[in-house]
């Protein structure tokens, strides 16, 4: 028996997401006016499915732009996190300021945007004269600029290696925290009398690849989730753990799941659909599902609604049992067949 434990990527406050699977669209349930990509590129993303990331070429035609919205601003709730996947493609950038480049964020301070800056994602080059190589770092700025408060990750980076970078901007507890590949690296005051930062709402752009178009990401970015709230650590290894959409590489795609059920009236538990031409037979007792007919050497996918890859696996038989530990609607995708199943 097979038993897997749900993917639990937090949706409570989830105010942006931007899977960049092809397009660069908001798929959160939240209304944001539309983006626009400037030369942006969609590659394979860290699981290899095709046009699943976005990438930059660091140049400064080079990046995307979402038009200013409250739930970009970390005053609009007092706090704000925010979860990325990046992959630099250099140590070096090749259009950098002062040694680093601003790889996203909000805030300008130049032309008509002046006065906008609020909080910004940066990353050092591999020689920098601050002797920080390759530093990857958050921070907040007054509107008006200057030195921010901010915390950091210094470690060595490889080229072309997939990073999960997870930023927290606080008011309550006034502190900034940052996490990489679900780890607590750094923690500091976002609010001291160093800085005396105060963080307000600009109506500066939301920019990736770039902040305030002086400096201008190399490599790729993937998995933009913004959050209203403070993170739980569950949820951030949550995130840091997520496993591949079925969108792709499965070939469980969304259109895939509008699949007709029957209920059974034998056990009111479940319902599966079936197919009357189909050898695969169907069964579950006690949220353990049972499946016969199944054509030796079959690929075996089975997701969640959210269309997280739950099982990957080719079969070695012609039966397999799994066992679900919560209710919920399920698909398999075993050979070229899908079955949708609702565990009640």
């Known amino acids: 028996m097979a038993c ?9 406050g989830l105010v942006a997401y931007f899977p960049f699977n092809g397009n660069i669209e908001n798929q959160s349930a939240v209304s944001l006016p539309p983006g626009e990509n400037h030369n942006g590129v969609f590659v394979p993303d860290r699981f290899g499915n095709e046009s699943a990331a976005i990438s930059f ?19 609009t709730t007092g706090a704000l996190a925010i979860s990325v996947w990046m992959s630099p493609d250099t140590l070096t950038f090749p259009v950098s300021d002062d040694g ?72 309550g507890e006034n502190l900034i925290r940052v996490y990489k590949n679900g780890v607590l690296k750094d923690s500091d005051s976002l609010y001291d009398e ?15 690849g770039t902040r305030s178009l002086w400096s201008f990401f190399r490599g790729k970015i993937d998995d933009l989730r913004i959050y209203s709230r ?34 059974s009236a034998e056990n009111p538990d479940f319902i599966v659909a079936q197919s009357a031409v189909s050898p695969l037979r169907l069964s579950v007792v006690s949220r353990t599902l049972s499946v016969a007919g ?4 079959s690929n075996l996918v089975v997701t969640d609604a959210l269309g997280q890859v739950l099982v990957r696996e080719k079969i070695a038989g012609n039966h397999r049992v799994l066992h679900f530990p919560a209710a ?6 075993i050979g070229n067949e899908i079955r949708r199943v609702q565990i009640r």
């Open 57 to 75: 070429d660091g140049t400064k035609s080079s990046y995307a732009e979402f038009p200013d919205d409250d739930a970009y601003s970390i005053s």
């Open 294 to 297: 199944i054509r030796q050497g």
């Open 194 to 208: 160093t800085y005396k930062v105060v963080v307000q709402n600009g109506d500066s752009p939301l920019r990736i």
């Open 100 to 171: 680093y480049i601003h790889w996203m964020g909000k805030g300008t301070f130049t032309g008509t945007d002046k006065g906008n800056m609020e909080w910004g994602f940066r990353m050092y080059n591999e020689e920098n004269s601050a002797n920080r190589p390759n530093r990857i770092s958050a921070y907040a700025f007054n509107l008006a600029g200057g030195l921010g408060s901010g915390s950091y990750v210094q470690e060595p980076v490889t080229v072309g290696e997939w990073i999960h970078f997870l930023a927290i901007y606080d008011t």
């Open 230 to 263: 403070v993170l739980s650590e569950s949820e951030i290894l949550e995130l840091y753990r997520e496993k591949p959409s079925a969108g792709d590489s499965s070939g469980v795609s969304s259109s895939s799941r509008v699949e007709s059920s029957s209920s």
């Open 4 to 12: 897997f434990s749900l993917a639990k990527i937090p949706t409570d």
């Open 328 to 333: 919920g609607n399920y698909f398999l995708k």
